[in-house]
């Protein structure tokens, strides 16, 4: 939910808007019902290329952010949409049986939103709701209010809801995620070229026990007249493909070469086998 610019002709907006298509798609045909020139949020706002949907996503807060990292991070979510309209006239309904005045801006009524809908591959919960708030702003009564509505609506729809504040995502795991997300599905290689690079890697990491990789990308584009910083980039390329896998807690800035591990194993079984042919 977020705060309007402005108030006027809200119901010519309203009607244009839904001509527009916004709040209805899927995937990259999805247009999120609120945009971050329609409103003035807590925070930064950012307009960020999402991988699994193909398309910009608006996320009004820096906190609506990190959840966004991180839910695109997660490898069964299969598409998000923010800013995703509840039906007013359920709200509405569900407003009046609980006793809780309705959002409004000025005379009319406000169309409520959950900051994101997510579907998932998960069979046990596919699709689930949240609402990000930071955790300050749950000490409000009326915060409260307008999230148990939310809550009730997608309680009716079968639908799991969570609320996601600046406590579920510890910083250096945010940190991580931002540094590897840029090189999501950038890495434009063969397979034979990727299973290359994996056993390049692999081999060079085997030698260099414990070693920090900061330091040991140095010594290999010196060693192997690579550009500088080109192995740092490669790894982090292998890392955010999950070809490579190490513990989110762990700052990159620390990261070592023991604390690296084999990510996706149907890959590294293609590599096993050529080795052994």
Same mark, same amino acid.
Do not use: C
């Given at each position: ?57 608006? &996320? ?77 702003? &749950? ?108 513990? &989110? ?29």
């Amino acid at each position: 939910m977020a705060n309007f610019k402005n108030t006027q002709n809200h119901e010519l907006k309203i009607q244009k808007w839904i001509k527009e298509g916004r709040g209805q798609g899927f995937g990259n045909n999805y247009k999120p019902w609120i945009t971050i020139r329609d409103v003035s949020s807590e925070g930064r706002s950012h307009r960020v290329f999402g991988h699994k949907s193909q398309r910009t996503h608006h &996320l009004l807060s820096d906190l609506e952010l990190s959840a966004f990292l991180l839910l695109e991070w997660h490898s069964t979510t299969i598409d998000i949409r923010e800013q995703y309209p509840l039906d007013l006239e359920q709200t509405l309904k569900i407003a009046e049986t609980i006793g809780i005045a309705h959002p409004r801006f000025g005379k009319h009524y406000q169309i409520m939103t959950s900051d994101f809908l997510v579907d998932t591959n998960n069979s046990i919960s596919p699709k689930f709701a949240i609402q990000v708030k930071y955790s300050n702003a &749950l000490n409000d009564p009326r915060t409260i209010e307008k999230i148990e509505i939310e809550r009730q609506y997608w309680k009716q729809q079968n639908i799991p809801f969570y609320i996601f504040t600046e406590h579920q995502v510890p910083r250096i795991v945010s940190q991580n995620i931002q540094w590897m997300y840029s090189s999501i599905n950038t890495m434009k290689l063969s397979e034979q070229d990727t299973l290359d690079k994996l056993n390049f890697y692999a081999e060079i990491f085997s030698k260099n026990k414990s070693k920090k990789i900061n330091e040991l990308t140095r010594i290999i584009d010196q060693k192997y007249h690579f550009e500088i910083g080109q192995s740092l980039r490669e790894i982090r390329d292998l890392l955010a493909q999950r070809y490579f896998i190490f513990d &989110l807690n762990i700052s990159f800035k620390d990261l070592r070469t023991d604390h690296i591990q084999l990510g996706q194993l149907n890959i590294w079984n293609e590599v096993l086998h050529a080795e052994n042919q």
